[in-house]
């Protein structure tokens, strides 16, 4: 890769903060949850949780114009199982609502590790849900409607998160573990090779400081053959 795509992605990953995260229960408008894997790239979120309904169609991460390639989507079978996730992660959770109970979502400390769990456009946040959060969060507004749309709510709420955790210098240092960096940087610096990898079922190589793929010749030579021809070359 170029030197200088190696210093973006290298930029980027010292700014992931890999204890943010945010997470849509129950949505039906998988476009909706495109624009927030966006938002959360922008803002340095690594994951974008999701709580399907059954009839509901999954998102693929390339659908979100080439921001899902930074981004992953982890799926939930259940609310209580992605809360118990965030809670094994040590992070609060986050629930917006409106109701009495909840506080104006630029009161929260966002530089401790937290979910930000956000309901349906039709429903909104669950029973369940309520229930297990640590606190509801409003995102005030005087005008005629009461809501906004979820992914912009989330787009306001990230970067507040955002604003208070480069205030206190989390920004800039790198955090995200180095298996996953390493993915972005083969997935992102040498993408041919990282298809040729998945058709093939190879394994990522290493990436060294200058951005270069360091794999053994054995690699190299099944790289260049077809799947079938390396595959008797096992047996």
Known sequence: MSPERLARINAMLDNRQPDLTVCLEHIHKPHNLSAVIRTADAVGVTDVHAIWLAES????????????????????????????????QGMQVLVTNLSEDAVDFRDIDYTRPTALMMGNERDGISAEALGLADQQIIVPMVGMVQSLNVSVAAALILYEAQRQRQQAGCYGVRTLDPVRCQRHLFEGGH?????????????????????????????????????????????
Request: proline fraction near 4%; glycine fraction near 6%; aromatic fraction near 10%.
């Open 57 to 88: 169609g999954r998102i693929s991460n390339h659908k979100a114009s080439g921001s899902g390639q930074w981004v992953d989507v982890r799926s939930h079978t259940s609310t209580a199982d992605a809360v118990n996730h965030f809670r094994d």
């Open 191 to 235: 993408p041919i090779f990282a298809k040729i990898c998945r058709q093939k079922g190879l394994p990522y190589p290493h990436i060294d400081d200058q951005g270069q793929i360091q794999a053994s010749e054995s690699w190299w030579q099944k790289m260049q053959m077809s799947q079938r021809a390396w595959t008797h070359l096992d047996d």
